[in-house]
């Protein structure tokens, strides 16, 4: 199996205002088509910890590899580049600009890799809104959408470069039970369907136990990893 | 690809908040404007206070000055030669107030090629008689075809033909104020009193207005024959020249030139109104001052703008950045924003300012000193238009200089974990 995450000894300080170790050691992978939760209490560092293996984050010590790629020392630039092109995210709050309509929401990080033609990149996201059932609002604003439909939005722009992983941070934190069930069922299908690789963030003990493994981490260290 | 990307977030940024744009946007239009027309305006003004001074003035007057002599004898002994001497109080020496052999100093100037004319004139004190009062005067005798070709004599001869002063003898044009002074009516008779003590009868053809109330109060013109009759002098009798070159430029430099070569006082146009250029220099500096503050004004507004604009749009900086956009798109994102609210205002400023520019061409400006203006002046110089188009440029480009930084330096990870 191939690792499409691996993250080696991965350490965090807080500076400000006082120095907190958030992360110790923290060593971990995720491999192709696996389907990876990360849980624990708030404070735990697990959001933490998902920032920098999004690369959004650059202040750690540790070693982390995207794709067999080591992540450090590399510009903000290239940084970008790997967010863009190997990694789809999803939040707990939707974050779609509402001066685009649904459709372009979902093309924008496409068009920015500029791997196909604006055409070819419409299509490919009137596809992606397919498979999650939210072909019909393609045309409409992000704000005229119910929060559900939404997150099925962000899924589709996470979706739309063919990523390695899709990072989630607390992605049904917002939503309701059918909605979150909704969501949980995509993901599952991305995971099995498609060998879509996912690590999600959540605090949603339910969610996190139908995953092929739980995380679990407790002051900034995995305490427990069991694989289902 | 990537621009064309950018241009469309840009796009949608602007279009999203249109109201607020079009207020920044119309700042940078105002003054723009305001800049164009003040600089127009002022400019007009300068060329034609500079046009009054130069279509009137001789580049180089030749004249006689009775001057204490440059050379004492004791600098012309050898045997004083290596000595310092200090010769005190000298005095001018006796001379006639003439230019010396002015008809080959003329000849001469005809043929110089850098000349484009010279008018010989002769002017002389006398005294108006107004019954039993004596008024100051002075009459320039000129030579009036000359003055008319390269001073435009008849442009401020108001009323009465200037062409008399030559065809009828022992005429006179006076100032109007001095007319009314002496209630002379055109085709009067008036009575002057020479230096010599002669009283001569000149008829008045007409009057002229110079703009300076106090010169048209004591200065008048007769024909240079008549002049020279007054004074009771021969025709070569000349005190002075007034030149005319092809190029302003050289009349420092020929006026040295012919300063050594007739022996007269040469002075040029430059050094004899020294203060006119002072004048206009220091009128274009404060019209500049005054539309760079517009303008720097317009760009604290673009700046407040993006800057609220950052602010509201920190989610989607954030995500955009969470989903692959680097800090240097963002960045050019904010910059296109700023530079298309400077390109749009500008442009639509540089309009406006031609606009305010026309309307001002057309006012009626109707002045006694000025007697051929109808309507303020306007200077349609296109510099003043292609240096406000760049200012607003580089000004937009300024305000959104700092305002895109700090876009470009948002911190995803903060903007997403503060929901």
């Known amino acids: ?228 | 690809m990537n621009l064309k990307l950018l241009f469309g977030v840009a796009r949608s940024l602007l279009f999203a908040r249109w109201k607020q744009t079009l207020v920044a946007a119309f700042g940078v239009t105002f003054s723009i404007t305001m800049f164009i027309g003040l600089l127009s305006f002022m400019s007009g003004l300068n060329n034609l206070l500079d046009n009054l001074i130069i279509n009137r003035t001789p580049h180089i007057r030749l004249y006689k000055e009775l001057l204490p002599s440059d050379t004492q004898p004791v600098d012309l002994s050898a045997s004083y030669n290596d000595h310092y001497n200090f010769v005190r109080s000298v005095r001018p020496k006796n001379d006639r107030p003439e230019i010396q052999n002015s008809f080959a100093v003329l000849n001469a100037l005809a043929a110089d090629k850098r000349v484009l004319g010279a008018a010989p004139k002769v002017t002389t004190q006398v005294f108006y008689n107004v019954g039993q009062v004596n008024l100051t005067g002075l009459i320039n005798g000129i030579d009036v075809d000359a003055e008319n070709r390269l001073f435009a004599f008849s442009e401020y001869v108001t009323s009465g033909n200037f062409m008399d002063l030559k065809n009828i003898p022992n005429s006179i044009i006076l100032g109007k104020a001095g007319a009314e002074k002496m209630m002379a009516e055109i085709g009067d008779v008036i009575q002057v009193t020479t230096p010599s003590g002669d009283r001569v009868p000149l008829k008045v053809v007409g009057y002229f207005e110079s703009g300076i109330q106090e010169l048209d109060k004591v200065q008048s013109y007769a024909s240079i024959s008549t002049c020279q009759r007054l004074l009771g002098e021969s025709s070569a009798y000349i005190t002075d020249i007034q030149i005319k070159l092809h190029d302003i430029n050289l009349a420092p430099e020929l006026a040295k030139e012919y300063h050594t070569l007739f022996g007269a006082e040469a002075v040029d146009i430059q050094t004899a109104n020294a203060q006119f250029e002072t004048g206009s220099s220091i009128r274009t500096l404060i019209s500049y001052a005054v539309g760079i503050t517009l303008l720097i004004v317009a760009g604290f507004g673009i700046y407040n703008i993006l800057n609220m604009m950052i602010y509201e749009k920190m989610d989607s900086i954030a995500i955009l950045k969470a989903t692959g956009f680097s800090g240097s798109d963002v960045n050019r994102i904010f910059i296109l924003i700023a530079l298309s609210i400077g390109i749009f205002g500008g442009l639509l400023g540089l309009l406006f300012g031609f606009g305010l520019s026309a309307l001002i061409d057309n006012i009626p400006f109707d002045t006694a000193a000025l007697p051929n203006i109808t309507t303020y002046p306007i200077s349609y110089n296109p510099k003043y238009y292609l240096i406000g188009g760049v200012f607003s440029i580089i000004t937009t480009y300024l305000a959104g200089y700092f305002p895109s930084r700090k876009a470009s330096k948002i911190d995803p990870v903060i903007i997403i974990r503060g929901k």
């Not at chain 1, 739309?160 to 941070?169: A, T």
């Open chain 1, 1 to 228: 199996m191939t690792k499409i995450l691996e993250a080696h000894k991965i350490t965090k300080f807080f500076h400000d205002p006082v120095k907190i170790q958030v992360l110790r050691d923290v060593s971990f992978s995720v491999e192709k088509g696996e389907f990876a939760s990360i849980i624990g209490k708030s404070g735990c560092g697990k959001s933490t910890l998902l920032y920098i293996l999004s690369t959004m984050d650059t202040d750690y010590d540790g070693d982390l590899y995207i794709d067999g790629v080591m992540m450090r020392n590399k510009k903000e630039k290239d940084l970008a580049r790997v967010r863009n092109e190997k990694i789809g995210f999803v939040f707990q709050f939707h974050y779609l600009l509402n001066e685009f309509s649904v459709v372009r929401n979902v093309m924008l990080p496409g068009i920015k890799l500029g791997k196909y033609s604006e055409e070819e990149t419409e299509h490919r996201a009137m596809e992606k809104l397919k498979v999650l059932g939210i072909a019909g609002e393609a045309l409409k604003k992000p704000n005229q959408l119910s929060g559900g439909q939404k997150q099925r939005v962000a899924i589709a722009r996470a979706l739309i470069n063919d990523p390695v992983i899709i990072m989630g941070d607390e992605p049904t934190g917002n939503l309701d039970k059918k909605n979150s069930e909704i969501v949980f069922d995509i993901f599952k299908e991305l995971s099995e369907v498609y060998n879509q690789s996912l690590l999600i963030v959540t605090h949603d003990t339910e969610f996190a136990a139908r995953t092929n493994r739980v995380i679990e981490m407790e002051d900034g260290a995995i305490i427990r990893m069991q694989a289902r």
